[in-house]
């Protein structure tokens, strides 16, 4: 899930639920 990633540090104010599966992703 790379994009969720890229997406997360492109707009770290996305949901909290992204960035928890970009966390938990990396």
Do not use: S
Not at 4 to 26: D, F, G, M, Q, S
């Amino acid at each position: 899930r790379v994009d969720l990633v890229t997406r997360r540090a492109l707009k770290p104010r996305l949901r909290p639920h992204v960035e928890r599966e970009a966390i938990y992703v990396t």
